[in-house]
């Protein structure tokens, strides 16, 4: 398991560019809420505490990640953003919803970022359980949307 000695929350504050200047957007799935809230406080929770201004970062909700793409490219088109985390968490059902979502999901943010200036950050949980998901997003692995905020404020001074 990749994250079985990794706490997803931890860095390291000397080793990331201020955010102060940037301006980002996060995307956030309505499906699973309780997961998807937490991504987001980790998210945002680390982006303010590198520097980045409560003003600077814009929050749209969709119904589930499969719209993700969809917005993170609207997002991108009409607002002045340096990168966009897109927030999601898909857990495993009876059915093969899960495979077709999760793949079309990574797909679609995958070639947001090939055909586009802006970085979109890969924040979507796909995991087999509930508890799993928990464990990622605030629990014993810490939060995947702090490691994503972290990433965001990376990327989006690339070639900087």
Known sequence: MATSNKNLSAYNKDTVPNAGPLRFGLVVSEWNPMITEALFKGAFEALVDCGAQKSHILRWNVPGSFELAFACKKMIMTQKVDAVIAIGSIIQGETKHFDFV?????????????????????????DNTLQQATDRSGGKHGNKGTEAAIAAIKMALVGN
């Open 102 to 126: 999760c793949n079309a999901t990574a797909k679609g943010i995958m070639d947001l970022n090939l055909q586009m200036t802006v970085p979109i950050i890969f924040c979507v949980l796909t």
